[in-house]
């Protein structure tokens, strides 16, 4: 596989970043921002698409310094060859890591809604064979998949929307009674589910585009991303009330459209949550394109597809680990700086450092 | 797994990886001086075959053979076209008559080629050099329209399996020097004979160096059929998917031309295969062109929707019935449960029997005389789907949900599109037994990607929709009218973008005026 | 491609097992859920199941419905002694009507709801009632003209609902109402009569989660029109005129064609005053007297006083059950939080002044004068 031949153009990186964006957390993210935040969840929400998008500069602006580089080149190319490659293996277990949080994630709320007695590493296995599947080919093949499942996402705000008719404004008053600091502590929860971006620090040298142009669709996908995840929070604040009944809701999207029936269908939320498997097939997906990735380029393979079975492997053992809610909450408290390591802190010291070494990827002119 | 398997690849590839057979320098035997010598090398190459005829022949003392195999050629055309003249002319006219009626040569490989093509060779003794005429006998069959693939309104012209006149059919409709057809000839031992047809203009010169690179590969001794050479030459074989597209009508040939595709014909074959296509090109039928274009849109998307029900409908049902009957509406919940309730095999069974069996009554049908298929239809369809039900075996729901299912199947006017959307509800009926709505997912997911990955010829098979182009959509799912389509599609990377200005101009301009 | 090589292998291991299957023919259907409080002040739930005859040639099967009931400390202690007595799988997927007895309904429904709301398979779209008496008896009633008993409350509750004496709603819109403490819900409330058929006969008023009080049919569509509720149809009959010879005479008909309704809070020293205005656009449907045009200045005055009056005692009645059915609580949460931390949160209703008046206008009368 060539290089030219794996190139995507700029729209393809907007669907790319908003499909590695909204993934599993859309379920239960209006849950455990309001949980926190309460009937302000929405406000998280918006600070937490302002947070993301400042975190989009850092990292587009390390991405111009090196228009050809992705950061698994970039790192030993600024912090030396041993030093660099012990960053590459870190993010590369730092997505795996991440990604089989998402597959558990994942094989919990089937679990819990559609197939109760079907074995976990069953549903698990479905889903990592189809990522395998869906990334193999390569990055066209990926953004052309990805292009072509979006229009789920319109068709998920629209029966959302239709729940609205039995919606109550009244619970997102009194606006803005939490304090400041609460609002951010919902923020934070919120962020997590918008991560996801970072995609663009690997795949921008794939990107037919100049580098304002990629600024532009990454803005994009963000903002249609906040925008996105806040009518989710909205809509689901409006339905429940926001004290008690959506804690007691971990998936308030679906209950919301649970009891709506049409003419010739019942039980939405089935109908919903096959479509969400879709969403959650593109962002595993990615978090396995980028784990193999690292890897590959830890053994300076070409190829990324071969590494797939093994991470997808590795995926699977992790996933299996926690067993239940309480599970996840540590695994979440494990993971959580480490988010903040591997998406804020460690592009912002190379962006510096790329300053303070004046190092800078020479520009071919073709 | 993977692994092996693309171990296995690279491993195939390495042992039958080989040079590609040079067509190109033909071996060269030149005419022999002595006529003896010629009339025992032409024996030999044909092993005294009792068609090959070799009749001597004394034109003015000179002394010249006459060679043919009068299994190919015509004897009146011989009499008429080559003894009379010749016979006839007297003193310096046969030179010109050599001249102007025959084509002369001096390679007898090249005349080996040219008497199984039905020519007829002279050759005069101590002459470096022999002339040959084609007398072949024509015996092709009249064009008609082809069975597979009948319209409403517009052309009834079909290809027959006469490349000559498939080509003057072409040219006949196309008449522009912009028109270029290549002949190419394939198979190691046999050779048979390709015409490549395109507009200069327009095709893309990348498609045709590709398409000739794979020709190249191909070293079998024979191709047997246009089929044959459809599965050496596409890109994916490990796919339902058909990414070449089979035609036998001449309009749809000349339409694809003109936006920019490459059309390959086969000796012998009545199908002509056109390159690059878009999963979408096995939905167009030229009568969507020919109606209205409200009513082509309509007819058009009737047909992508009989895809999504023929693929999905019996999975879902399956679902439904083994999983998920909560999605069933209150009042439908009761008549269905009413009809099943007895039903003694789980419903994968039930819809596998029944979708197998009228796969089996189709199988039936095709290959038996008209006459007979009629019978098969009628005990097929009538006698064993209401047998069946009063039996208790399949339930009346199952009935109408394969019924409905093989009529969106049959809907889809390409057969071998058709064959692929049968063939794969299969995998996601198992799916939706095991798994429910969440199996059809991953379905449904697989063929998507799937879908994404395939390339026909170097240009996305599942375009536009992916890669989305939104200009592109005008003429898939829906048919705009004529006027709006200013550019070819994208898909098959023409050279030429631009197909019309405003050809309904007259209108702007008529307001204009008033 | 190795893609449908991998796709072979799943099949192959597809095909060992269907964990999750089970099958629609297996399953017996529960309509109506019932449940009461048993002398004994354990749980005693009801199901109504639907019994399929094969038709005999013709192509629609008679439904018709049979109850079994159990007692138990749980719902589902008690379906598990049901479980036992039929054959086939009790599934409650396609439930659509759940009924408390009166005395269940005083302890509370809450509880009993909970398995309903915790197992994903439940349908959300079943609609609640409280019956008067013992829920369980309503399942075993025998209506002529219908023989499925789940269709035929269905379609009383239905029609109910179009007349605007019942507002429409499911146990999930209910939920939210339910666990809100500024909110309280009405529930339907139905009566067995002695013919033994079902009869909608107002509303169950709810004081958080627990029966409180209940409204007859009149009282239900004018509090419903105070909600801002109003179904397809709001119907009324009122005595306008004094002695007439006949007394068909004296009473008007009426349907509100249109309606706008006006809710204020207002807070002042720490006390609640609602006003609640409401403006009915009516059309007159029966007027025996005849010549509505005539009497119409008269007649608007009239109505607008008795409706006033009998909103008035409607909210005495919702007062007196302590059923918040306006969500005045939830409106004090958004607009005035101050005031509602220091509310007593049980009986904050009982405590707000409320000012009601209601406006009627004919717009209409028919094709006659």
Known sequence: MNLTANKITNKQLVFMIIQAQIGVGILSLPHDVALIAKQDAWISTIIAGVFSQAIIFVIWGLCRRFPDLSLYQILPKLLGRVFGKILILSYSLYFMVTGSLVLARYSDIIDKWILPLTPNWITMLLMLLTCIYIVSEGLTSIARFYVLVSPILIVL????????????????????EHSIPTILKGSKEAAFSMLGFELFLFIHPYVQSSGKEKLVAITTANMFVTIFYTFMVIASLIFFEPNVDIALTPEPLLYMIKAYSFQVLERTDLFFLSLWLVIVATSIANWLLLSSMGLASLVRKKHYARFLPIVAGIYLVLALIPDQGKDFERFNQVLGPSHYIFIVIIPVLLFILSFILTKKEVVKKV | MNIIFRGIKRHIKKDFKQVPSNQKSKPFVGVFTSIDENISFIKN??????????????????????????TMTDSDKIQNNILSP???????????????????????????????????????????????????????????????????????????????????????????????????????HIQSKLTMVYMKDLANKEIIKEFKRRIDYISMDHIPSIGSLQELIEDSTWSPFPQILSTERVDRVIGHLNEGRVAIFMEGSPSCLLIPVTFFAFFHSPDDYNSRWMIGTFIRSMRLMSIAIAVNLPAIYIAVIGFHFEVLPDDLVLPVVSSIRNIPFPPLIEALVMELTIELIREAGVRLPARIGQTIGIVGGLVIGDAVVRAGLVSNTMIVVVAITAVAAYSIPST??????????????????TFGFVGIVFGFMFTLAHLCRLESFGTPYFAPWAPFRLKDLKDTFIRLPLWKFNTRPLDSNPKMLRKQSLSRGWKTNESNRE | MKGIKSILLVLCFLLTGCWDQHLMKNAVLVQILSFDLTPKEELLLGVSIPIIEESSGGPQAMVKSETFSASGHTPRDSRLKIDHEIA??????????????????????????????????????????????EAVDLLGIKPKHETNVSEYIQDALTSAEENSVIPSQTIQTLASEMIDPGEDTVLPFLKM????????????????????????????????LLENKKGKNARFTKKVNKDDQHVVNEYISFNVQDMKRKLKV????????????????????EYPKGDVPKDIERLNKLLSKELTEDAKQVITKIQQANCDAFGIGRRLIAFHPKTWEVQDKKDYFKNIKFNTTVKAEIIKHGIVR
């Open chain 1, 157 to 176: 705000v629209a029966l959302i929307s239709y729940a609205m008719k039995d919606a109550n404004l009244l619970y997102l008053f009194p606006i803005g």
């Open chain 2, 45 to 70: 190459i044909f092993s005294c075959s009792d068609d090959l005829i070799i009749k001597e022949l004394n034109v003015r003392n000179k002394r010249g053979i006459l060679v043919f195999l009068n």
């Open chain 2, 86 to 188: 010749v016979l006839e002319a007297n003193g310096d006219q046969l030179d010109s008559v050599l001249k102007s009626k025959f084509l002369k040569s001096d390679n007898l490989i090249k005349a080996k080629e040219e008497l199984l093509n039905g020519s007829c060779i002279i050759l005069f003794d101590r002459d470096q050099e022999f002339y040959r005429l084609e007398v072949a006998i024509s015996k092709a069959r009249a064009v008609i329209e082809p069975n597979n693939e009948q319209v409403i309104k517009g052309s009834h012209e079909g290809f027959i399996e006469n490349l000559l006149i498939n080509l003057h059919l072409i040219r006949k409709s196309i008449r522009t020097p912009d028109l270029i057809m290549e002949h190419l000839s394939v198979g190691e």
């Open chain 2, 416 to 433: 071998e599109m058709s064959d692929a959307v049968r063939f794969l509800r299969f995998p996601l009926m198992i799916l939706a037994s």
């Open chain 3, 88 to 133: 086939g799988i009790l599934d409650t997927s396609k439930n659509k009507l759940i009924l408390f007895g009166e005395r269940m309904a005083g302890t509370g429904i809450y509880p009993s709801l909970d398995v309903i709301w915790r197992d994903p398979r439940n349908s959300l779209g079943a609609t609640l009632g409280v019956v008067e008496g």
């Open chain 3, 193 to 224: 009569n002695k013919k033994k058929s079902a009869v909608v006969v107002g509303l169950a008023l709810m004081n958080d989660k627990k029966y409180s009080g209940n409204l007859p049919p009149q009282e239900s569509t004018l509090l419903l």
């Open chain 3, 266 to 285: 207002q807070v002042k020293d720490r006390e609640v005053f609602v006003s609640i205005n409401l403006d009915l656009k009516i059309s007159v449907e």
